[in-house]
């Protein structure tokens, strides 16, 4: 005769169910942490890739008009056009119908409203709503170094005599600092146009408080440095430890100095 045993059922014991939640929650602590740096990570190679499309396209429009764009004005000269720096990248990253929906003319047809991807950091917290500050201008979270392209006539590598490795011509900024965004299209000489190094070489801010942003400088959006790209096509990462002499140095394609040790 076949038994049917006690009719109890194998089951976890409360002992031993906190024991697998206890394991759950040691592995949990481990995993959280790598799970935010790979995401950061991520998000450097995303921010580090639109650098380099853009000091690419800067090389390219070298290439074409002899002259590098200036971080606001005409371009070509004489051409009557008016833009940025980003601007005038358009048509080399792959955004030629925004270039030409501006006819001439960033501020024609609502051209500055339009989000360029490759121009924004995702890991940028000061970004406004939908890309917008205040609804109409689009931000960037990239600046052109005034130093370098003024209003027009710099070229490579005539206007590095410092030379291009050791010349900053982009640099992270904040999207909105303290109520001042950076719009990509925003061409007028004043802090809203994206541009660094105009009002003060000072050295960048590290990922300030907004009430203590300072709308003339560069911002790192990451605690280990700022991102900035290079004259001859690199882009890599400037620590806190950098000084203010030699980011300044850094800045100026030719005051004649060298980098320090700490660059």
């Known amino acids: 005769m076949l038994s049917r045993g006690d009719g109890r059922r194998a ?20 995993l959280l942490p790598a799970v935010f740096r790979l995401r950061q990570i991520g998000g450097q190679t995303s921010s580090r890739n639109n650098m380099m499309q853009m000091v690419l396209a800067m090389h390219n429009v070298n290439d074409a008009q002899r002259l590098l764009p200036p971080t606001v004005g005409e371009f070509p000269p004489k051409s009557n056009t008016q ?24 501020w ?13 950091n995702a890991q940028d917290k000061s970004a406004p709503p939908n890309g917008q500050f ?50 990509w299209g925003y061409a007028s000489i004043y802090s809203w146009a994206p541009k660094f190094a105009y009002y003060s070489k000072a050295k960048f801010q590290m990922m300030p408080a907004q009430e203590d942003c300072r709308p003339g400088l560069a911002q790192a959006t990451q605690r280990h440095g ?9 882009v890599r990462t400037v620590g806190d430890a950098v000084s203010p002499q030699t980011w300044a140095y850094a800045c100026d394609p030719a005051d004649g100095n060298p980098l320090g040790n700490d660059w």
């Open 108 to 120: 024609k047809n609502g051209t500055y409203s339009k989000r360029i991807p490759v121009f924004v």
């Open 226 to 234: 700022i991102m900035v790209a290079l004259g001859d096509g690199s």
């Open 134 to 183: 205040e609804g109409w201008l689009a931000t960037t979270s990239y600046a052109a170094n005034w130093l370098v392209f003024k209003q027009g006539g710099a070229s490579l590598p005539r206007s590095f005599p410092d030379g291009t490795s050791n010349s900053i011509v982009l640099a992270e900024r904040y999207q909105v600092c303290n109520g001042v965004p950076t719009g």
């Open 11 to 30: 089951g976890l014991t409360l002992i031993e169910l906190l024991m697998l939640l206890g394991m759950f929650l040691f592995l949990l602590g481990f």
């Open 83 to 106: 833009g940025t720096f980003h601007f005038y990248l358009l048509p080399y990253i792959e955004q030629e119908n925004v270039y030409r929906l501006a006819e001439g003319s960033v």
